[in-house]
Structure formats: C-alpha cells, structure tokens
C-alpha cells in the first residue's frame, strides 16, 4: 500500500510538472495562465513530498493546504469582473473567497501546531481532529464556488470550461471524503490516500483544455445559482462550528454533555427560525442580488412572473384588476394593494382591491388635481417619504385618507399613450424600504404595461356594450314592426267603423279587436321600459327640488316618497334630462323597497356643489355589484329589467359636470348622492364637466 501512495503520487508530481512546463510555453492566458502555473507547481512540489514522506507528513500537508490556496487563486482568476462595479468584482465573492482562505490559513497554522506539543498527545489529537474539520469545510466551500462558477457562465464558455471544472471537483469531492472519513477513524485511511494518488494522475490531462477558456468573459449571473451557493457556504460554515464548538467542549473535559445538548439545541432552534421563515430568506435573497449582481432584480424572472399572474385564465383567478394589482405587488412582496381607474369627473375612483381588507378608501379615492398631476408627470409618489416631510410640492395634491393610512407605501401612476388610465396604491411590504432609482425605473414600465391591459379590457367591454345595444336597436326594430302591425290594424277598424258602426256584431269585432290591441301594446310597453330619450333643454339654472316635484307628480299617488329641502338648492342642469336621471333613481329605489316603505329624496349642499340624495331601505346590493356591474349597460337584478337606468342617469349626470356615489349594504337599502355644481358657481353658465 505504501507502494501505491509513493508511486502513484510520484507519477501525478511528474505529470503536473510537464502541465506546468507546457504552461510555461504559451504566450496567451494573462493572470490566469500565472495562476494555474503556480497551482499546478504547489500540486506537483505537495505530489513530491507524499511520495517521499508517505501520508499525514506536516510539509506535505501545508504544501496541500498552499496548492489549494493557488487553486482558489486560480478560480478567481476566472470570475470576470462586473461592469456595474466599474471592472471590479463584487464585495460578497471576494468575501467568500476570502473565507476559505482564512480556513485555508488556519489549517496551515494547526498542522504546525503539534511540533509545539509533541508530549501531548490528547492536543495532538484535537488538533488533527481541528485540521480535518477545516479539510471538510475547506472542500465544500469551493464545491461551491465550482458549481456556481460553471452554472453563471455561457453555453459557448462551458464548452471549454466543463474538463477542467470536473478535474476540480474531482478533487475536491475526493477530499472531501477523505477528510470526512479521518475525522470519523480519528486517522488517515491508507487505502484511501493511495488512490488519491491514482487520481491525480487521471485530473492532470483533464487540465490541458484550460487554455480555451478565452470566452469564459461572456458569463450570465445566475441569481439562483448565487442563492443556491452561499446557502449551500452558510449550511457548510454552519455544520463545521458545531463540529468544532462540540469538540471544543469535549476537550474541556466535561463529566457530562449537557453543554454539547444545549449547544445543539440552540443551533437547531436559529436554523428552525432562519431556514423556513419566508422574511429571512427575503432578506438574504436581496442581500445576494444587491451584492453579487449589477442590478436587483432579475429582469427575465420578474417579467415571466408579471406576465403569467396578469394573464392567468379568469376562471381560475381573480379578475384582471385584482391580477393587475397583484402583479405590481409581487414584484416588492406586498401584502396588498388598491387600484383607482379614471371616472366620469377626471378624478380617480376606487376599483379593485386585492388583500387589503382593512383599507378604508372612498368611492372617490383621488381629485382631479393629482390625476392631472400623475399624468403630467409619471412619476411614482411614496407616501412613506411623505410622512417624513420629503416631496411637499406633492403632499397638497394627495388625499388625507392616504397619507393616514399608515400601511399605504407607493402610488403607481398607470399611463397608457400619454393618458393616465388609473393608479395602484400599494400595501407596505413585509420589509419596507425607500425606493431608488432602479425602482422607480421597474415601477413605470410595470405601471404602463399594467395600463395598457386595462385601456384593452375598457375596449374590449366598450365593443360589447356596442354590441349589446346592437341586439338592443334589434329587438326595437322587432317591437316597431309589432306596432306597424297594430297600427295597421286599428286604421283598417277605424275605416271600416265609418261603414258599419251601426251593425251589433261589428262592435262586438270592434270591441275584442281594442281588447286584444290594447294587451298587446301593453306586452310592447313591458318589453320597452321607460327607455325613452327626449331633445334636450339649453342648460340654466333651475331649483332642484321644484324639478324633483314635477318629475314625482303622479308617482307619490301609488307610491310614498318624501321630499326634504332645507334651503333652496340652484343648479345649472337640462331640465328634462336631469328628471330623466333622478326617474331612473327614484323608480329603481321603489323597486328595491317593500310595500309601503317610503323614499326619501334628501336636497342640500356640500360646499361649492349642490346635492340630491335617494335613499331607500330596501334589499341593497353588494359592494361587488356596485363596483362592476351597477353602472353597466343590461346588468340588472330586476326581473325582466334592461339595467339601463343607472347607466343611463350616470351618463346624464356626467354630460352636466356632476358624478354619482352609491353607499350600499345587502339588507340594507342603498344611498344614491347626485353631486352637482352650484349655479352661482358658474354664473348661469354651463359647467365644463366630465363625459359619460
């Protein structure tokens, strides 16, 4: 066996030595061609000594220690420098090579220990024990860094990479195992050791393909090989100071081991509470890319991610506002977020809400003021430097309930060919932090992506309204035709009554004919509704409560509402058209109420703007409904309803500058507010409002 190691290492000494002859020769190669010159003489002079001195020989294994050194030199060599750093390589990898060559340095150090306690062997012991940990952790650390050097580069580069990152594995892997097995035998395991001999033989060839490596530059970071890396340093680093701590106890001479149990049992508590918890693994991801990589983010996995939550199939997701919300919330791990999209007034209005139960918004979310601004600008406002008392050009333009509300974080304006579509409020992630300017940066082109999803939707529901009122203007046609019909019929009866009024049986004819006639028409009127639009007024300043009576003329004889007016309420309005709007109203909030339960219509002023309230106690309607389908064409909770009313009264209301707001519980009964500007406001003239 002693043959075998002596031999088998004298012809691994002579084949690294010709390596590094034949390096010697080349003119091409720069640092690292010095570096694996230098490594390939320390194996070859540490191949020497084992062969002369046989194993476990202290020059030996300092010289092993010092080629390993030259080895993780010549790694480095490899790793190109980033350009974000300015031709620098990353603080965290000259970190982690610089630990192994701490480690390295302290087995060079404990293997020169025992010629200072030749008479004890039980330190002698502890110290072998000591260098074989750090053998251990040694190995592992720069399987590591292999595996990550090999994953980050090109598929060109790896072609003349993979031989020589085999070799090195090789050995390293072996030892690995032959440190491992040391520790446990507490000595060197001779028949291992000879053929590790053997194989340093097989790696010298496998060496030769290193002067390809000229496209190793062309390398890609791989964020999760990096992640995957240092995790894999942190469990090795981790594993090897128990080893050592525990051993340390041991030396001490403890009667008992209750101090290794509690030592074991606090690491087994720190890795319970590091390894699943999803905020330190957040933390330690981010430290890894803001270290390790020029930008932050993963820019691929981040677009893939964004694309396949937007775009999941609406049967087996939330619909596309709460998906658009929650894309832009995943990208900074929100807990939550609120989308605003533009209403009939210009401001904003709130949505859709994803995960954010406790927020308190409005209906009205934001005034025109600050959509105009977020369209003017495009820029991201954080609320969390507001509060700080940074950006105080921007702190009068946003609403009182955002900056209260201690969990709202950043304000994404959602622009779409210049135009400002909506804005997401996002929920303070689990870590929260000030953006920069990569942020800000990713938070635009997320928003504007995110923009033009919704400006498609809002198309998409526009073209099938069109298309719904397409069969609409249909079914008209169908019903005029009916009435053509009717009407043809009654001319024939009126003609034919001029000549045969005075027979019985002709007025018996002419009474079943207006009979069924006037059934009929009544059949045609239940299938039309109220749906009628008349030519509109000129604007002027009219009292709203003596236009709310004479629309209730006639209606309060079959129905009871009631009107409250304190004072004399003036606004600039088309008369018809806006008791056409409040009919809608009044008429939907009877349906909705039981029999006999009155209705209130409540005139007033807020401020600047006058103020019509229906109010009802009847069924009342969900916050879902209200917020997608209450102001849609043909969506109805009425039995045989067009679900035009509220559609229609919004419009109306809009084309005057005014907006409606709906408070409503299931149970409950529902607060429709008509808000309009005041007369005296515009001096008689017409308000420039929003547009249905």
Same mark, same amino acid.
């Given at each position: ?52 001195? *046989? ?10 220690? /010092? ?66 940990? $750090? ?10 860094? $292999? ?88 469990? *090795? ?34 890795? /319970? ?11 330690? !991801? !981010? ?80 005034? /025109? ?8 600008? *495009? ?55 000030? /953006? ?66 005075? !027979? ?12 069924? =006639? ?45 009107? =409250? ?35 209130? $219509? ?35 909770? !009425?039995?045989? *309803? ?51």
């Amino acid at each position: 066996m002693l043959a075998a190691i002596q031999w088998g290492h004298a012809l691994a000494a002579f084949m690294f030595a010709a390596l590094v002859g034949w390096q010697m020769t080349a003119r091409h190669g720069g640092s690292r061609r010095i570096a694996l010159i230098l490594a390939c003489a320390l194996t070859a002079s540490w191949c020497a000594l084992v062969s002369l001195s *046989g194993a476990g020989g202290i020059a030996s294994s300092v010289t092993k220690s /010092l080629a390993d050194l030259a080895w993780l030199g010549f790694l480095f060599a490899l790793q190109p420098p980033t350009a974000a750093a300015g031709g620098q390589r990353r603080p965290v990898i000259l970190g982690i090579y610089a630990l192994l060559g701490a480690l390295i340095v302290g087995a060079v150090v404990i293997k020169t220990l025992p010629l200072a306690f030749t008479g004890s062997p039980r330190i002698q012991e502890t110290l072998f024990l000591a260098g074989q940990s $750090l053998r251990v952790a040694i190995a592992a650390g720069a399987l590591c860094l $292999l595996h990550n050097l090999y994953t980050a580069a090109s598929p060109e580069a790896r072609w003349g990479l993979g031989s020589p990152m085999l070799a090195l594995a090789l050995m390293w892997g072996f030892d690995l195992n032959l440190a491992t097995v040391a520790y446990l035998i507490d000595g060197w395991p001779i028949g291992l050791f000879a053929l590790r001999g053997l194989l340093m033989v097989l790696i010298a060839p496998m060496l030769v393909t290193v002067s390809r490596l000229a496209t190793l530059d062309r390398m890609r970071a791989s964020r999760s090989a990096g992640f995957q890396t240092l995790t894999l340093v942190v469990c *090795g680093a981790y594993l090897a100071l128990m080893v050592l701590v525990a051993r340390l106890f041991a030396i001490a001479g403890h009667p008992d081991r209750l101090p290794q149990f509690t030592l074991a049992a606090v690491f087994v508590a720190f890795a /319970l509470s590091f390894f699943p918890s999803s905020r330190y693994r957040q933390r330690f !991801k !981010k430290a890894v890319a803001r270290n390790l990589f020029q930008h932050r983010y993963d820019y691929r996995l981040e677009w893939r991610r964004f694309t396949e939550t937007v775009g999941q199939p609406a049967e087996a997701a939330p619909d596309l506002p709460e998906r658009t919300v929650k894309a832009i919330g995943d990208i900074f791990d929100c807990e939550g977020g609120l989308l605003m999209q533009r209403g009939p007034d210009g401001g904003l209005e709130a949505s859709a809400r994803w995960n954010w139960r406790t927020l308190a918004a409005p209906q009205a979310a934001a005034p /025109l003021a600050l959509a105009g601004h977020l369209e003017r600008q *495009g820029e991201v406002i954080e609320i969390e430097r507001m509060r700080h008392g940074e950006e105080p050009a921007v702190l009068p333009l946003v609403p009182e309930w955002m900056v209260a509300e201690e969990d709202a974080w950043v304000l994404v304006p959602l622009i779409h060919f210049d135009r400002l579509v909506g804005a997401v409020l996002l929920q303070r992630p689990r870590e929260p932090r000030l /953006l920069d300017e990569e942020d800000h940066d990713l938070l635009r082109v997320a928003g504007r992506q995110v923009a033009s999803y919704l400006a498609e939707a809002r198309g998409q529901e526009a073209l099938s309204d069109a298309r719904r009122f397409d069969e609409f203007n249909r079914r008209f046609a169908f019903i005029m035709h009916d009435i053509k019909n009717l009407v043809s019929q009654l001319s024939l009866l009126a003609r034919n009554a001029e000549r045969h009024a005075d !027979k019985p049986e002709f007025r018996a004819d002419m009474i079943d004919t207006l009979r069924n =006639s006037v059934g009929k028409m009544n059949d045609l009127l239940a299938r039309l509704s109220q749906h009628h639009r008349s030519r509109p007024d000129e604007p002027e300043p009219h009292s709203l409560r003596a236009l709310a009576e004479e629309m209730l003329r006639g209606r309060t004889n079959s129905y009871p509402v009631r009107i =409250s007016a304190p004072d004399e309420v003036m606004a600039v309005v088309d008369p018809d058209r806006f008791e056409q709007a409040l009919g809608h109203l009044v008429q939907n909030a009877i349906d909705a109420s039981a029999d006999g339960q009155p209705v209130d $219509l409540i005139i007033g002023r807020r401020g600047l703007e006058a103020v019509v309230e229906v109010v009802d106690r009847g069924c009342g309607m969900s916050a879902e409904f209200i917020r997608s389908r209450l102001f849609h064409p043909f969506s109805s909770t !009425k039995e045989g *309803g067009f679900g035009i009313g509220a559609y229609e009264a919004r419009s109306i209301i809009a084309g005057m500058g005014g907006r409606i707001e709906v408070q409503s519980r299931e149970g409950e009964g529902a607060r429709f507010t008509v808000t309009l500007p005041m007369a005296a406001l515009f001096g008689g003239g017409l308000p420039t409002g929003g547009t249905a």
